[in-house]
């Protein structure tokens, strides 16, 4: 039986269509190209969360209140993050985000979506023995992260690459982490519940867990000569290729474009190689032609996790705390999505088909 799901139409939505023939993303009425690069993150929060909280305010007053959420949960949490001794720092995301109050409003999604932004930076500076830098309440979410990682002012195109980042990846229709997301929610367990599910979903290898691996494969790779015959060997292993292949799309991931263009910005202002990105576009040319040869039926390309692990490398985040920058953009997509079932949907409960033995079939 295939439990994939793969045909089912689960919900509607206003908030995400994913168009997987024509290569399409649609995020509330604006294509990508409309926003990634063109709004900030904080803009594409105050659309991704319009009509779910009566007192959401106006643009420039949501992206106060953010870096005012941003300033609570430093004081919040952080200290007792830095004692964490999880394995990952997404592990140890997800249990510093733990002790959040649990609730349905703006306040709440505020914080939710605060919490990685200000976490992610936290621990990993903890795990390097630097202490925690304090976010400016005042400055642009996606520079105060960078800012909190380095303990320095980011070169402007670091800033414009993490923000296009976090608007390209904001929300993607119904994948995994979302459906987790609104299955919670339509117990009507809360907003922190559902996206500590919804995050326990993402850092899966198959889902948000991707990014890293392909850093692993890129290094095992090492030079665009070793590309075929190093994917070739892989492939004869029965091994997937990280950051290729979709449920969804049949073509290029249209965000795999977007991202790139941000790296080849940080290329130009000299935090990435150009020597990396050479590397990645031999490795995708070989792997899509070698799995085209392998799977004639199936069309695999990049997806968005392909390009991401350049640009988070580049932007000095660690590997194994990608799917946490992964969360700080996709929280505003949970959180959207997680309303609209608590407010419009029903509790969600499918059915399943028992295939085991009966009692009656018992010796
Ligand atoms: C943000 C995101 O979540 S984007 C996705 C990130 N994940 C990855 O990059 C991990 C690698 N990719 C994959 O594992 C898959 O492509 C998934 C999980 C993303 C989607 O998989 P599904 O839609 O379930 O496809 P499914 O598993 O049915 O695969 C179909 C066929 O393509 C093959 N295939 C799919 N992806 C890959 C891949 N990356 N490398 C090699 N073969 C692949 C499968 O082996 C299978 O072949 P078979 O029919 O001969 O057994
Ligand atoms: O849509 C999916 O299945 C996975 C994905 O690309 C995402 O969550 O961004």
Redesign the pocket.
Known sequence: MNN?LDDVVATETVMSDVDGLAGRLIIRGHSLDDLAGRHSYEEVVALLLAGFFEDLPAERDLAARLGSARAEVFEALVPASTRLGHPTVTEALRAAMAPLADGEDLATALRLIAAPAVLVPALIRQRRGQPPVAPDAGAGHAADILRMRHDRMAAPEAAAALDTYLVTVSDHGL?ASTFTARVVASTHAGLVSASLAALSALKG????G?PGPVLDMLDGIGAPEQAEAWLEAS?DKGE????????VYRVRDPRAEALKRSVRALVAGGEQTEGRLALAEAVEAAATRI?ARR?PD?P?QI???FYTALLLEALGFPRESFTGVFAMGRLAGWIGHAREQTLYGRLIRPQSRYVGPRPEQAA
Request: glycine letters at 18%.
């Open positions: 994939g994948n290898p198959l889902h948000g991707a492939l997937r290729l990280m950051g290729f292949g979709h449920r799995l799977k199936r695999l997806n968005v996790e």
